[in-house]
């Protein structure tokens, strides 16, 4: 009621002429609604434009039209672009607060504003866990039960999985993928998240291996689910089935250009494994080249700390710090060298470097004990 009574307040305030005094009525109405009906701004943002937005100047208001639009295009990314509308209109008219202190009292407002069999409601969960990432175990109660009482189809945003799996407990995780796979049974993507699942919340080996080899058998040529097979024989000790699925990373990447995002990543380990030090140093090259345009590019930096990782739990850290000090950007990746180094067991890799430089690598390592 809170939150309905503040509001209620806002639409006459984001409809003053000043500083749109040469809008139309139609134009300041359309105004309040971009605003009113994000669903990406809390109601305390909301509130903050309302109060200030007539202080302000043309570029400033410019800079608010782009991030709505902005915010717009991320909800449209979810893969439900036909619910997006229905949705709005609930924010805009105050049905829903994402960011509801309270989260089952924003649960409630989400189950009372849609069609449980519809792509709507999954839409609405998705954007209850970015605010609230710790409700995962709740929102999957919810979707399970759809689920099992068939209201829902078998498209599924990613995200959605990604949010419950990161954050729900990991039992509940599971049962979401199996609950998924037994709607979905020939979704190779389905098969693979699962064997991630398996693989990095419980450590369960055998059993990914047995997820990656189906989603394989659905998707003969997707790359990372050899690569992902691949790495799981390692870790189990069964090298010359783990060759045979980099190899057969490396064909794949070679017949198909349109993997050509992903192909340094998992080039780079397949090479590494398999001994070609000269195409791993080439592949790594590719892998840090956007680091060139933007030294703090986030995708990349991610996939390079995620592929640390990977390496590390295969043995192969010293050969990955081997070519990061010979990569063009070696100076830029030098505190990463260094923590690999000392992850892999060289107890003097930070000698003679400067306090800074070690301290950065300690920090660094920390996050990196692999599973």
């Known amino acids: 009621e809170d939150y309905q009574s503040r509001f209620a307040k ?3 305030l984001l409809e003053q002429p000043m500083p749109l005094e040469n809008a139309s009525d139609a134009e300041r109405k359309a105004f309040a609604d971009a605003v ?21 100047s043309q570029s400033e208001l410019d800079e608010l039209t782009k991030f709505l639009a902005v915010g717009s295009e991320f909800v449209s990314f979810l893969a439900f672009r036909d619910d997006v509308e229905p949705l709005v209109s609930c924010v805009r008219s105050g049905d829903i607060f994402f960011d509801l202190p309270e989260v089952e009292g924003a649960m ?3 189950d009372a504003a849609f069609d449980h069999a519809s792509s709507a409601y999954l839409l609405a969960i998705c954007l209850l866990l970015v605010k609230h990432p710790t409700a995962a ?5 919810r979707v399970i039960a759809c689920i099992n009482r068939k209201l829902l189809s078998a498209r599924v945003s990613e995200l959605l999985l990604d949010l419950i799996s990161e954050n729900s407990n990991a039992a509940t995780a599971e049962e979401l993928y199996a609950v998924y796979i037994r709607l979905a049974p020939e979704n190779a993507m389905l098969r693979k998240r699962c064997g991630d699942l398996l ?11 047995t997820a990656y080899r189906q989603a394989i058998a659905l998707n ?9 097979l691949g790495r799981i024989l390692a870790r189990t000790g069964r090298e010359a089935e783990a060759r045979e699925a980099y190899r057969n990373v490396l064909a794949l990447l070679k017949a198909k250009p349109e993997q050509r995002n992903s192909s340094p990543y998992l080039a780079l380990q397949a090479h590494l494994f398999l001994g070609g030090l000269p195409d ?14 933007d030294s703090n590019d986030v995708s990349t930096l991610f996939r390079i700390n995620k592929q640390v990782r990977e390496c590390l739990a295969l043995g192969l850290g010293l050969a990955l710090a081997d070519l990061m000090a010979k990569n063009p950007h070696a100076q830029l990746l030098k505190p990463i060298e260094l923590a690999l180094r000392t992850s892999s067991g060289q107890a003097d890799a930070l000698l003679e470097h400067p306090a800074e430089l070690q301290a950065l690598a300690q920090e660094i390592a920390k996050g990196w004990i692999p599973k």
């Open 36 to 56: 009113l009906g994000s669903p990406v701004l809390s109601l305390r943002h909301k509130e903050q434009i309302a109060r200030t937005f007539t202080t302000w």
């Open 199 to 209: 693989q990095d919340r419980f450590s369960r080996f055998e059993e990914a291996g």
């Open 10 to 12: 806002l639409r006459p």
């Open 108 to 110: 409630r407002q989400i």
């Open 137 to 141: 175990d709740l929102a999957a109660s």
């Open 220 to 228: 003969p040529k997707d790359a990372s689910s050899h690569a992902k």
């Open 280 to 293: 791993a140093e080439n592949a790594l090259s590719d892998l840090c080249e956007p680091l060139g345009k």
